[in-house]
Structure formats: C-alpha cells, structure tokens
C-alpha cells in the first residue's frame, strides 16, 4: 500500500479535535501531582511522624508501577462495584454511558503524584540546611521558613523537571485508549479503522504529540527564566539591605 499524504491531513484534521481531552489527561494531573506531591514531598523532608515513614515505603514501591497498570487497575476497580450494583438493579445504561475518561485522569493523577513527589523532594533538598538555620535564627517557624524561603528556593529548581514530567504525562496519557477513551491517539485511529491507514494516522498524532510538546518545553522555559529573574531581583534587594 503506497504512503498517501492525504490521509495524515484527514487524521490530523480529526485527531485535533480531542486535544482538550488530552490536555485534561495531562493537565489535571500535573496540577494535583504538584499539591499533593509537594505535600509528600515536604513530609519526608522534615520527617513528619508516621507520614514520612509511610510514604518511604510506598512512593518507591508505587513508582515501580507502569502507567498502564494503573489504568487497569482503577478501571477494574471503579466498574467493578458499578457493574454489581448495575446487574442487581437492571441499570443496562449506566456503564454504557459512564465516561471513562474520569478513571484516566484518576489513574494518571495518582501516578503524577508519585513522580512529582520526587521532583519536588529534590528540588527541597537542593536549598541548603544553612537557610533553615539562617530562618529559624530570626524566629521563624519551620512552615514560615518553608513558605517564605524555602519554596521560593526551590521551584526554580523544580521548574525544568515538572516540564519533563508534564511532557511524559502528555505521551503516556496515550495509553487511555486501551480503555476506549476518546483522545489525540484514539481520535486519529478512528479514520484509520475505515480505510486501514494506520502509518498515515500514527505520523498525524506523531505531530499533534510533538506540537504539544515543543509548546509546553517552551512555556517552561520562559517561566524558569521569569522565576530566575525574580531570584535575582531579590537577591539584588537583600545585599542592597546588608549594604546599608
């Protein structure tokens, strides 16, 4: 079958379309991986009791663990119960049009929350414990030295990685069409199920894929290089303060 160019635009023009949902896949968990990973983050970075030791054992233990399965495992376990209860009460609908997309954007959230916790636990180790001591000598509480130094310190730090984090959430969140969820790859490939273009359709989410990507690799690049200009303002602030 010879390579028709025609059908990457007819797979281009279809896939685009379902960009949002791919962006919600990708979005929504980068958000709660950040609230929730920088909470486990900070937990096992000033040991708090009982948290820390658990999450010790968990995030390697989870971060060992394919997207994929994830996937699996809370679509099993989110339709499992409402498959019973659907048989009990004769609801024949309520799995039909329940939309799966939900358990991808839990699934994937549950693994971006792992990976993120790692993110921003380097990025708190990076600040050296002098700054911690430096806060607590001008009577700061630990969580006042956290909000007011620490963090500020170490996001730009963070910055580069949760881009790569984003970018691999992105690509991975490709694998929801294992169930049937409509996204950029799934999108594509429903033109190629009528005329059997697959390569075609595979080179069309190829590029949405790497649009998506260089704009978001640039987007972190100007906000890295806006938070490094903030530091520097302060940091030219501070030693105006000594000076004087």
Not at 27 to 41: C, Q, S, V
Not at 117 to 143: D, F, H
Request: glycine fraction near 4%; charged fraction near 15%.
């Amino acid at each position: 079958m010879i390579f028709d160019f025609q059908y990457v635009v007819t797979s281009f023009t279809t896939a685009i379309h379902y960009i949002p949902a791919t962006l919600a896949l990708s979005l929504i968990p980068l958000f709660l991986g950040i609230i929730f990973g920088t909470m486990i983050a900070v937990c096992r970075r000033f040991r708090i009791k009982f948290v820390a030791p658990l999450a010790d054992i968990a995030i390697p233990v989870m971060k060992g663990i394919p997207l994929v399965l994830y996937l699996f495992i809370m679509n099993f376990l989110i339709f499992k119960p409402f498959d019973m209860l659907a048989q009990y009460y004769a609801w024949a609908d309520i799995i039909r049009y329940m939309d799966k997309l939900y358990i991808g954007i839990i699934a994937i959230s549950i693994y971006a929350i792992v990976i993120i916790s790692e993110t921003m636990r380097s990025a708190l180790m990076s600040v050296g414990k002098g700054q911690y001591e430096a806060c607590y000598s001008v009577g700061l509480t630990r969580w006042q030295a956290l909000w007011r130094v620490i963090l500020p310190q170490s996001l730009p730090v963070a910055i580069p990685v949760l881009g790569n984090n984003l970018i691999g959430l992105i690509k991975g969140s490709s694998v929801v069409y294992l169930i049937t969820v409509l996204d950029v790859m799934n999108g594509a490939l429903t033109t190629a199920q009528i005329n059997y273009r697959f390569l075609e359709a595979y080179i069309a989410a190829a590029f949405i894929y790497w649009g998506i990507c260089l704009l978001t690799e640039w987007l972190f690049t100007v906000w890295e290089n806006h938070t490094k200009k903030y530091q520097m303002r302060i940091d030219k602030h501070n030693l105006r303060k000594e000076v004087l």
